[in-house]
């Protein structure tokens, strides 16, 4: 059986849609998708946080799951409209995303609001937790244009590991061929 590798929404519009949908319909997977998609956080990470880690913040610092690297990041205005509104009134010491019985959520959770999103949208493309991750580098990458800066965001070995990461190597071939004529 072929593995299928997530992929990031290329679609602003789509983004747009998720966000929506997941506004109106659960407000915590909402919230996991803004953050998702402003941090470039792993959900590993993500699902680790606290309230504290967020509250009376400009920055937030985590040390990563996977890589056992510090990171810092802005919290940018939309974030923090965000958040200010989902930690209001919450306890610090609680994890910042809790599931149904009163635990923090999992990554499995993650993954299949996503994937249901997606599906129920219309959007074809492999969801996965991954697809906020891929999506904010994607993106990222098209405003900005700088692969160093995504790689060090990433902490990926090889700008090429980041290109490749973020679904961008095909899309500039594609463009190259589409638009070369001899």
Not at 63 to 73: A, L
Not at 96 to 124: M, P
Not at 137 to 142: L, S
Request: hydrophobic share 35%; glycine share 4%.
């Amino acid at each position: 059986m072929k593995k299928h590798i997530a992929e990031p929404i290329k679609s602003k519009k789509d983004i747009k849609a998720v966000e929506q949908y997941l506004k109106e319909h659960n407000e915590r997977d909402y919230v996991i998708w803004v953050l998702g998609l402003n941090s470039g956080l792993r959900v590993s990470d993500i699902v680790g946080l606290n309230v504290s880690d967020v509250v009376d913040k400009t920055h937030i610092t985590i040390i990563e799951k996977k890589t056992q690297k510090r990171k810092s990041f802005y919290i940018n205005d939309k974030l923090k409209k965000v958040l200010e509104s989902y930690t209001k009134g919450r306890n610090l010491d609680e994890p910042l995303f809790l599931g149904k019985r009163g635990n923090r959520i999992n990554r499995r959770q993650v993954h299949r609001f996503i994937a249901n999103t997606c599906d129920e949208l219309g959007i074809k493309i492999h969801a996965s937790t991954h697809t906020m991750r891929k999506s904010f580098g994607y993106h990222h990458y098209q405003q900005f244009k700088d692969p160093i800066i995504l790689q060090k965001t990433f902490n990926h070995a090889s700008i090429f590991v980041t290109m490749r990461y973020i679904g961008v190597e095909q899309d500039e071939i594609d463009f190259c061929y589409k638009n070369f004529v001899l």
